[in-house]
């Protein structure tokens, strides 16, 4: 039986509100295509209700920039690259004695959007790119007692990827090609943390993981006599990593 939301119970879910930083290591990778990666700095805030039941419901707000590196068809430095993601989940504490396992399942969304306008080292010409994916979080949280108020806290987390879509500004390059927006509809996701606690603060090491299939053909010019010039999102991997602090009000 599911165990009660223990008022200052340190292995409980905690309500309230969060504010944070992070700072991470940033990956991007087209395998034989291109390559983003670089620092990126971001912000974080959170919403935690609980019931007296043990019944939870949290959202979380995510920002982070990076001036990134971009390596495919040359070089280009200082490539602003942001990402803006929220979710939505509710789960359910079972608190023990020395341990508690809270499991979470919910709604998330991510939007990426870089700017590689300009030119790269080789001349080649570049353009912005919005990505955009829906999932659903599923994954659990699990507080174990240290002593002296000290909790350590591991998160493990699969992201079920549910639909993707892609927009290119490809006028951007000034080749007279139009914008396209392609569809991703395959792909997977896991996200893991170690967080330590104690009283209202939060500090720890994270980490994400995206893999994404190639999405759908969309033209890029006119279509004559049934063939056109245009592309496909190709085959893709990210790997976010870093460090995090947070404060509890």
């Known amino acids: 039986m599911p165990g009660t939301a223990q008022e200052g119970n340190p292995l409980a879910t905690r309500p309230g509100w969060e504010l944070g930083a992070q700072a991470a290591r940033y990956r991007y990778l087209e395998p034989d295509f291109a390559k983003l990666s670089g620092n990126r700095l971001g ?7 609980v ?6 419901s949290r959202f979380d707000f995510r920002q982070s920039y990076g001036r990134l ?3 495919g068809s040359g070089t280009q430095e200082r490539v602003p690259d942001w990402i803006l993601e929220a979710r939505v989940v509710a789960g359910l504490d079972w608190v023990g004695g020395s341990f508690s396992l809270s499991p979470h399942l919910g709604l998330g969304y991510r939007y990426l959007y870089d700017d590689l306008r300009g030119y790269s080292s080789t001349g080649a010409s570049g353009y912005r790119r919005e990505s955009n994916y829906i999932y659903a979080p599923v994954g659990f949280t699990v507080r174990f007692r240290l002593g002296e108020g000290w909790v350590l806290a591991p998160m493990l987390e699969a992201d079920l990827f549910t639909r993707g879509r892609q927009a290119s500004k490809l006028s951007d390059a000034g080749l007279g090609l139009m914008d396209i927006t392609n569809e991703q509809k395959k792909g997977r996701g896991h996200r893991a ?4 606690e104690k009283d209202h603060w939060a500090i720890g090491a994270w980490t994400h993981y995206w893999h994404i299939n190639k999405s759908d053909f969309q033209c890029a010019t006119a279509v004559v006599n049934g063939l056109c010039f245009g ?6 991997y ?3 990593s870093g ?3 947070r404060y509890r009000f």
Do not use: D
């Not at 912000?43 to 209700?49: E, H, P, S, V």
């Not at 019931?51 to 939870?56: K, M, T």
């Not at 592309?231 to 893709?236: F, V």
């Open 43 to 49: 912000i974080l805030a959170a919403g935690t209700a």
């Open 238 to 240: 990210t790997r976010e």
């Open 231 to 236: 592309g496909i999102e190709p085959e893709n």
């Open 51 to 56: 019931s007296a039941e043990g019944v939870f």
């Open 69 to 71: 590196k971009y390596e």
């Open 193 to 196: 943390s170690l967080m330590l």
């Open 243 to 245: 460090l995090e602090l």
